[in-house]
């Protein structure tokens, strides 16, 4: 970045890549002993979609605190502010590509990574400020997620709005996911069984890249067969509609993966009923986050890091056509009209 600041924001006078309104960066590790842990470089061009260009490159740190069991400690998060109509859009669809680090952690360990979010801000306090009082909700978070017991997880967090309040969500406020939800709001499925019975229109299908043969319906499942090879690129996809009054249930929630749905649901309640006349809309977008990452049998003195790459994001009102072709070209996408794509 232009500025080693943690938080920069064009509306504070920040310097920001393109047309990127904000930045979170924080590591434990700083140059030269280690990468920055967000990075938008020339140099970087073969962890761009193609080989050219730039991509956003996340670098997550190992570092484990004995006082801390939740240890969440780098942060690479880039966001935009959408101004829409009246406060941001009723809906949105969101894809982008990843690819992860050759040398990705996948056989030990475990850990997420926040890779992307869709949320309503109050324009007014901080845009990464979210949970109870903060600026953030209805929010959806998306994690990278593995467990050494239980493999490649599909992490997707719920939370509530508005902007503040009503943040923790639960069973009775997102009906149809294949998994309960825990904390405030977390789901953690899995790659197998979770993918029967999460869309309407039938079983969620998806290839064992390593096999390359039709996912298993049981077991635990490595990344490598989730997310291919180190040359692999995946492309993600997220649709989020408003509900349409406070405490009314039929907000929407799509998430595709290499074009294949793997969840959804049209009953969920993003605005909470006690929030009278406060109904919001959806105005801000994230990649990255920070990151837990712990065992794989590496010490704080290992410095250890690696990364993941996110590329052709596309933001729309609607669900783009083709998207059920998920096969990746090599190439970034030919935006239709209208639509935002953020290189």
Same mark, same amino acid.
């Given at each position: 970045?232009?500025?080693?600041? !943690?938080?920069?924001?064009v509306?504070?006078? &920040?310097?920001?890549?393109?047309?990127?309104? @904000?930045?979170?960066?924080?590591?434990?590790?700083?140059?030269?002993?280690?990468?920055?842990?967000?990075?938008? #470089?020339?140099?970087?061009?073969?962890?761009?979609?193609?080989?050219?260009?730039?991509?956003?490159?996340?670098?997550?740190?190992?570092?484990t &605190?004995?006082?801390?069991?939740?240890?969440?400690?780098s942060?690479?998060?880039?966001?935009?502010? #959408?101004?829409? #109509?009246?406060?941001?859009?009723?809906?949105?669809?969101?894809?982008?590509?990843?690819?992860?680090?050759?040398? =990705?952690?996948?056989?030990?360990?475990?850990?997420?990574?926040?890779?992307?979010?869709?949320?309503?801000?109050?324009?007014?306090?901080?845009f =990464?400020?979210?949970?109870q009082?903060?600026?953030?909700?209805?929010?959806?978070?998306?994690?990278?997620?593995? &467990?050494?017991?239980?493999? +490649?997880?599909?992490?997707?967090?719920?939370?509530?709005?508005?902007?503040?309040?009503?943040?923790?969500?639960?069973?009775?406020?997102?009906?149809?996911?294949?998994?309960?939800?825990?904390?405030?709001?977390?789901?953690?499925?899995?790659?197998?069984?979770?993918?029967?019975?999460?869309?309407?229109?039938?079983? +969620? @299908?998806?290839?064992?890249?390593?096999?390359?043969? %039709?996912?298993?319906?049981?077991?635990?499942?490595?990344?490598?067969?989730?997310?291919?090879?180190?040359?692999?690129?995946?492309?993600?996809?997220?649709?989020?509609?408003?509900?349409?009054?406070?405490?009314?249930?039929?907000?929407?929630?799509?998430?595709?993966?290499?074009?294949?749905?793997?969840? !959804?649901?049209?009953?969920?309640? =993003?605005?909470g009923?006690? +929030? !009278?006349?406060?109904?919001?809309? =959806?105005n801000a977008?994230?990649?990255?986050?920070?990151?837990?990452?712990?065992? +794989?049998?590496?010490e704080n003195?290992?410095?250890? !890091?690696?990364?993941?790459?996110?590329?052709?994001?596309?933001?729309?009102?609607?669900?783009?056509?083709?998207?059920?072709?998920?096969?990746?070209?090599?190439t970034? %996408?030919?935006?239709?009209?209208?639509?935002?794509?953020?290189?």
């Open positions: 970045m232009y500025s080693d600041k !943690e938080y920069q924001a509306w504070l006078g &920040d310097l920001l890549p393109g047309e990127w309104d @904000t930045i979170y960066q924080s590591g434990y590790y700083q140059p030269p002993f280690a990468h920055d842990s967000l990075e938008i #470089l020339r140099t970087n061009s073969e962890k761009a979609r193609g080989g050219t260009g730039k991509s956003a490159v996340n670098w997550r740190e190992f570092h &605190d004995p006082n801390w069991i939740n240890q969440w400690k942060n690479s998060a880039l966001g935009m502010h #959408l101004d829409g #109509l009246q406060g941001g859009y009723e809906q949105l669809y969101v894809e982008f590509w990843i690819k992860f680090d050759p040398n =990705w952690t996948s056989s030990n360990g475990s850990g997420s990574s926040k890779v992307f979010r869709v949320f309503s801000w109050d324009e007014v306090g901080s =990464w400020q979210a949970f009082g903060g600026s953030q909700g209805p929010l959806v978070l998306w994690d990278y997620g593995f &467990d050494s017991t239980y493999g +490649a997880r599909n992490i997707v967090s719920f939370r509530g709005g508005p902007h503040g309040e009503n943040y923790k969500m639960t069973d009775s406020e997102v009906d149809d996911l294949p998994r309960y939800l825990n904390g405030l709001g977390d789901m953690s499925a899995n790659f197998t069984s979770d993918l029967k019975n999460a869309t309407y229109s039938g079983d +969620a @299908t998806m290839e064992d890249k390593v096999n390359l043969s %039709p996912m298993p319906d049981s077991g635990v499942v490595s990344h490598e067969q989730v997310w291919g090879k180190s040359d692999n690129w995946t492309k993600m996809g997220f649709f989020v509609k408003m509900n349409s009054a406070p405490g009314v249930k039929d907000g929407v929630f799509k998430q595709w993966i290499n074009g294949q749905l793997m969840i !959804e649901t049209n009953k969920v309640e =993003w605005v009923q006690n +929030a !009278e006349n406060k109904m919001v809309k =959806w977008v994230g990649i990255g986050g920070n990151d837990y990452w712990v065992g +794989a049998g590496k003195a290992d410095r250890y !890091e690696e990364w993941y790459a996110v590329d052709d994001l596309v933001i729309s009102t609607e669900v783009l056509p083709g998207n059920s072709n998920g096969i990746d070209s090599g970034a %996408p030919s935006p239709p009209t209208g639509v935002s794509v953020k290189p």
